[in-house]
Nanobody, 126 residues
Framework: QVQLVESGGGLVQPGGSLRLSCAAS????????MGWFRQATGKEREFVAT????????YYADSVKGRFTISRANAKNTVYLQMNSLKSDDTAVYYC???????????????????WGQGTQVTVSS
């Protein structure tokens, strides 16, 4: 069965960095676009970044552009999110998700993703 397992979250000070990982199994990872979303307490889940199946085309939410980098290692069935210059507003549970077959690169809507991980907490605080 499809499984997505996030790791790498934690507590970090403002201005710090974290690298999230999402290990995928149960499907042909290299055939799917992958995305990262986040959900802060009391808010809706929002798009963060997505990367095409080949790893060649990343897209970002305006709020993280220039600070976050999405990448993937198809040989390891893993997608990453490098987060730099973290702010308190970045505090949230971060989820990775698999894009549905046929969606275009750069898809940002939750309904365009069909499997989700359990999430990893990122807290930015001094």
């Amino acid at each position: 069965q499809v499984q997505l397992v996030e790791s790498g979250g934690g507590l970090v000070q403002p201005g710090g960095s974290l690298r999230l990982s999402c290990a995928a199994s149960g499907f042909t990872f290299s055939g799917y676009h992958m995305g990262w979303f986040r959900q802060a307490t009391g808010k809706e889940r929002e798009f963060v970044a997505t990367i095409s199946w080949s790893g060649g085309i990343p897209y970002y939410a305006d709020s993280v552009k220039g600070r976050f980098t999405i990448s993937r290692a198809n040989a390891k069935n893993t997608v990453y999110l490098q987060m730099n210059s973290l702010k308190s507003d970045d505090t949230a549970v971060y989820y990775c998700a698999r894009g549905k077959l046929g969606i275009p690169s750069g898809s940002r809507r939750r309904y365009e993703y069909d499997y989700w991980g359990q999430g990893t907490q990122v807290t930015v605080s001094s």
